[in-house]
C-alpha cells in the first residue's frame, strides 16, 4: 500500500488506477462488519435495499410487513462496545399503522433519483405510493391492476420523471410523477414482469424481465420493444470478432427477413389495422390455430409481439445493468445468471457456477464498479462472482435465512444485504480495531476477573 | 470394435484418475466411449452437460467450445425434460444413426408415408442447430421437400424426434427418439444415489467403495451418475490424505465453520 502512495506521488500510477486499485483491494477483503450493525425495526422479511444516489448517506429499505425504513448509514445513532460498535437506528419508518401507508407487503423501495426528498414505493397492494421524506406523508398514489413486483426510476432522466411499474398484469406502466397520471402502458411481455431496470446510458430505454423468461428493451419514445434477448443468440466472448458478427448478423437477418414474410406473405385479404391494446392481444390469442389462417395487420412498431424468444427458462428474477451502459446481467428462476453484450443483444456464454437462486420472489443484484465482482444473492448465501469469467471469488454467509436483496455502496466499498430473517447486514471492508482507548486505562490492572 | 474398448475403458481406468480433462472435445470423446452398454433398449451415447462441468474446470470455456462444435456441426444439443436446465449432447453422427434406426422401425410396421422423416433429415437437421423450433419456422423447412400436412407432424411426435414441453406450447424441442426410458431411469438413479449418501451419518462416503456398487433403478453406470451430479452441484469431492472420498452438499441451515478439505464446489 505504501508503495503504492509512492508511485501514486511520483507519478507512476495515475490518479484513476490507483484508485481503483485500492477498491478492489478492499472489496477483496470484505467481511461482516465488526465495527458496524443496523438496527432493522422490521418485523418481516426485507425485500429492497438502496442507499441514495446523490449522497450515498441514506440506506432506505421495504419489508414484507408494509414498512418502510430509512437509515443514516455513515453517522451512529448510539454507540456500544466502548465505542467501538456503531448502531444505526432507522430515522424513521411508516408502517401499516400509517394513515396511507400499505396494507400488505412493500415489494420495491427506491429513492427520487434527483434528491433524498422523496421516496417511492411498490406493494402487493396494488400501489405504488410516493412519500415525501421531511413530513413523511404520501404524496401521490397510483394504483396498479395487480400486485407490484418493482419499481424503476431512471438515475439520468432530465426531461421526464416517470415510475416504471412492473406488476403480475402483462403490462409495464409507466406513471408519471408531475402530472400524477398514467403516461402510457408498455405491452409485449406474456406473463407477469417481475423486473422492471432503466438503462444506464440513454434515460429513454427500459429493460424489463417477464415470468415468462423474456427480457425486453423498451425505447419509451416509440410503440413496442426494439429488442427482445434470445439465449440461443450467442457469441465467444466479451466483444465478437468483427468478421464473425458480420457473418452471425446475416444469418439473422436472413432468418427474421424470412419469418417476417411468412407471417406477413399468408395474409389472405387485406385487413383493416388493429388498434394497439386490447385489440393486439385478441389478434395475437386468435392466432394461434395453426393453418395459416388469416392475419391481421400489425401496426410496425408492434411487430416484437410475435417474437417469443426466452432469456432464461423459467421466470426473470433479477436484472443489473453495468454502470457504462454496455452488458447487462440477469438471473433467473433456472438458476442461470447470464451476461448480455448490450451492443449486439448477445449472450456472452460467461457461465456463472450457481447452484440454486430464489425462484419465487425477485432478487437484487449488485455490481461493483467497474463492473468487475457481481454479488448475487443465492439462497442463504450472498456470493461474489467475477464478471468475465464467472468464477466465485468471495461467499458471504451469515444470514439465516434467504437472502433477498444486497446493495453495494461504491463510496466506501460497503455491502449490505437483507434477507428473510429481517436483518440488513452490513459487510466492509476489515479494519483492524486499535487499542487507543484501552491505552488511556490503568496499565497494572491484570486480565483475572474477581 | 467399439465393445472391446469400450470394456477396456470401463475396467481399467477407475473415476478417480479420469476425472478432469483438459478440453471439451476430449472429455466429450471420452465420456462418450466409456457409455455403458444397456440391453433393453437401442440408444447411442450421449452425456450430459453437467457431465462435462465436472469434467473440464473452467465452465465457461466449456460453454465457448460446446458453442463452436455446435456451430461447426459435430454436436447436436438437446434439452432433456428431467428438470431444471438438462442438456443432452450427441455427437451428430450417433445422433443420424439413432434416426435411421428409428426410421426402419416405423418402415416394418408400415404406419405411414415415411418421406416425410427424409424431409426432416435433409432440410431440418442440416439448417435448424438450435435445440427448439417453431411452429412456422418448421412447416416452412419441411415444405422445402414437398407438401406438408398435419400428419406428418404427428408422425415425428410419435417416433419421438421432436417433443413439446411445458414452457412454450407453440415450440417443438428436438429429442433423441427412444430415450425416455433411460430418462426415467436417470432422475430415479439420481434420487437413489442421494439418498444412498443422505442415509449415511456424515453424509459422505469413499469414493472406491462407492463405485463399485449398482444402482438398483437406474440402467447408467455409477460413474455416469457420479459425474453428472457433481456437475450439478449436489454433491462434491474432497480429498482426505490419501484417497478421494464424495460428499452430499447441503445448504448450511446456520452458521457453521467451513471444513478444510480441499472442494471443487464451495457452498
Redesign the interface.
Known amino acids: 500500500m505504501w508503495k503504492e502512495i509512492g508511485d501514486r506521488e511520483m507519478g507512476k500510477i495515475r490518479p484513476n488506477s490507483f484508485s481503483s486499485q485500492i477498491k478492489s483491494n478492499r472489496i477483496s477483503n470484505l467481511q461482516l462488519s465488526n465495527n458496524k450493525d443496523i438496527v432493522s425495526p422490521h418485523r418481516g422479511s426485507v425485500n429492497s435495499l438502496q442507499v441514495d444516489l446523490t449522497e450515498g448517506r441514506y440506506l432506505l429499505s421495504g419489508a414484507s410487513d408494509a414498512s418502510a425504513a430509512v437509515y443514516d448509514v455513515q453517522r451512529a445513532t448510539d454507540y456500544e462496545g466502548n465505542g467501538l460498535i456503531a448502531k444505526h437506528k432507522c430515522l424513521f419508518s411508516v408502517d401499516k399503522q400509517h394513515e396511507k401507508g400499505h396494507k400488505y407487503a412493500i415489494s420495491s423501495t427506491i429513492w427520487y433519483p434527483v434528491d433524498t426528498g422523496l421516496f417511492v414505493t411498490g406493494s402487493y397492494d396494488h400501489y405504488v405510493k410516493v412519500w415525501d421524506t421531511n413530513t413523511t406523508q404520501v404524496v401521490m398514489s397510483f394504483k396498479m391492476p395487480g400486485k407490484v413486483y418493482r419499481t424503476a426510476m431512471s438515475p439520468l432522466a432530465t426531461s421526464h420523471m416517470l415510475i416504471a411499474a412492473g406488476t403480475e398484469d402483462v403490462q409495464v406502466r409507466l406513471c408519471d410523477i408531475a402530472s400524477g397520471a398514467f403516461a402510457h402502458t408498455l405491452s409485449g411481455h406474456r406473463d407477469g414482469v417481475m423486473t422492471v431496470e432503466w438503462s444506464t446510458s440513454s434515460e429513454w430505454v427500459l429493460i424489463t424481465g417477464g415470468c415468462d423468461g423474456a427480457i425486453r428493451f423498451w425505447d419509451i419514445r416509440r410503440a413496442g420493444c426494439f429488442l427482445v434477448l434470445d439465449q440461443s443468440q450467442s457469441q465467444l466472448g466479451r466483444r465478437p470478432p468483427v468478421l464473425a458478427r458480420s457473418a452471425a448478423n446475416k444469418v439473422n437477418v436472413s432468418k427474421s427477413l424470412s419469418a417476417g414474410q411468412n407471417s406477413l406473405g399468408k395474409q389472405r385479404a387485406p385487413q383493416k389495422k388493429v388498434s394497439n391494446g386490447h385489440g393486439m392481444k385478441q389478434s395475437t390469442i386468435g392466432r394461434m390455430p395453426t393453418n395459416g389462417s388469416v392475419r391481421q395487420r400489425l401496426h410496425p412498431g408492434m411487430l416484437s409481439i410475435q417474437d417469443r424468444a426466452t432469456a432464461h427458462y423459467g421466470a426473470v428474477t433479477g436484472l443489473k445493468v453495468t454502470d457504462d451502459g454496455m452488458y447487462l446481467l440477469s438471473a433467473g428462476s433456472d438458476s442461470r445468471i447470464k451476461l448480455w453484450d448490450l451492443e449486439s443483444g448477445y449472450n456472452t456464454l460467461v457461465n456463472f457456477e450457481v447452484v440454486r437462486l430464489q425462484t419465487s420472489k425477485a432478487i437484487q443484484l449488485a455490481i461493483s464498479q467497474d463492473s468487475a465482482q457481481v454479488f448475487v444473492p443465492c439462497m442463504t448465501v450472498v456470493k461474489a462472482f467475477d464478471v468475465w469469467s464467472g468464477k466465485m471469488s468471495l461467499t458471504f454467509r451469515g444470514h439465516y435465512e434467504s437472502v433477498n436483496c444486497c446493495w453495494f455502496s461504491s463510496q466506501d466499498q460497503e455491502l449490505y444485504t437483507g434477507g428473510n430473517d429481517r436483518q440488513i447486514l452490513v459487510w466492509s471492508p476489515c479494519q483492524l480495531i486499535t487499542d487507543d482507548t484501552d491505552a488511556g486505562r490503568t496499565k497494572d490492572e491484570d486480565n483475572w476477573s474477581d | 470394435m467399439d465393445s472391446v474398448a469400450d470394456s477396456d475403458a470401463n475396467h481399467s481406468i477407475s473415476l478417480e484418475q479420469n476425472l478432469s480433462f483438459s478440453d471439451t472435445l476430449v472429455a466429450l470423446q471420452m465420456m462418450r466411449a466409456q457409455f455403458p452398454q444397456i440391453d433393453k433398449v437401442a440408444i447411442q451415447p450421449f452425456i450430459l452437460q453437467s457431465q462435462l ?1 465436472s469434467s473440464v474446470k ?3 470455456q ?3 467450445e460446446l ?2 462444435l455446435r456451430r461447426d456441426k459435430v454436436v447436436r444439443i438437446f ?1 432433456l425434460n428431467t428438470g ?2 438438462d442438456h443432452g449432447i450427441m455427437f451428430l453422427d450417433d445422433y443420424l444413426k439413432q434416426v435411421e434406426h428409428v426410421v426402419k422401425r416405423m418402415e416394418e410396421k408400415k404406419q405411414g408415408d415415411l418421406e416425410v422423416f427424409k424431409w426432416f433429415k435433409v432440410h431440418v437437421i442440416e439448417s435448424k442447430l ?3 423450433i ?4 418448421l ?2 423447412l419441411l415444405s422445402l421437400g414437398g407438401r406438408v400436412k ?1 400428419e406428418h407432424v404427428s408422425l415425428l411426435i410419435n417416433a419421438g424426434l421432436l417433443t413439446r414441453q411445458l ?5 417443438y424441442w428436438f429429442a433423441i427418439p427412444n430415450i425416455g426410458s433411460i430418462l426415467k431411469g436417470l432422475s430415479q438413479g439420481r434420487k437413489e444415489l442421494l439418498s444412498l449418501l443422505n442415509r449415511r451419518r456424515y453424509k459422505e462416503m469413499m469414493l472406491a467403495p462407492l463405485e463399485k456398487k449398482r444402482l438398483r433403478l437406474s440402467p447408467l453406470d455409477m460413474r455416469f451418475h457420479l459425474r453428472d451430479l457433481i456437475g ?3 454433491i462434491k469431492t474432497g480429498h482426505t490424505p490419501t484417497v478421494l472420498n464424495i460428499r452430499l ?1 447441503e ?5 457453521v465453520m467451513q471444513s478444510c478439505d480441499v472442494a471443487i ?3
Open positions: 462441468y473452467d465452465r465457461t466449456v460453454d465457448r458453442e463452436s434439452k431444471q436446465d438450435e435445440p427448439s417453431g411452429h412456422q419456422e412447416y416452412a398435419d414452457i412454450d406450447p407453440n415450440m450439478s452441484g449436489h452438499m445448504e448450511p441451515r446456520t452458521i464446489n464451495a457452498g
